[in-house]
């Protein structure tokens, strides 16, 4: 079995900033898109940034140029820096990989357990 493991989550003053953390463990035999979603209160979950195996970077357009996603494929992780928070970034972060689980090795997109990001106006 695959597990996500998410840190970094808090709460910060507007125009701070976090950085989140999501490694993956377990049976893996490959890792292909990581990415990062968020659902704030009251809202649908929201795709936020993802990055491919070559480090191809896509962005939602709200956080373009504030927000930047990185991995690092020996480590199994993916990381979001954010950077100039606003009040309407406060959300349960969720990062996700989609993996090539082993011995099965089927494609399967797992998923963090959340963290909450709360920025304060």
């Known amino acids: 079995q695959v597990q996500l493991v998410e840190s970094g989550g808090g709460l910060v003053q507007a125009g701070g900033s976090l950085r989140l953390s999501c490694a993956a463990s377990?049976?893996?035999?490959?890792?292909?898109?990581m990415g990062w979603s968020r659902q704030a209160p009251g809202k649908q979950r929201e795709w936020v940034a993802d990055?491919?195996?070559?480090?191809?970077?896509n962005y939602a357009d709200s956080q373009k140029g504030r927000f930047t996603i990185s991995r690092d494929n020996a480590k199994n992780a993916v990381y979001l820096q954010m950077n100039s928070l606003k009040p309407e970034d406060t959300a349960v972060y969720y990062c996700?990989?989609?993996?090539?689980?082993?011995?099965?090795?089927?494609?399967?997109?797992?998923w963090g357990q959340g963290t909450q990001v709360t920025v304060s106006s």
């Open positions: 996700y990989e989609d993996v090539k689980g082993a011995p099965v090795k089927s494609w399967e997109r797992y």
């Open positions: 377990g049976s893996i035999f490959s890792i292909n898109v």
């Open positions: 990055i491919s195996t070559g480090g191809r970077t």
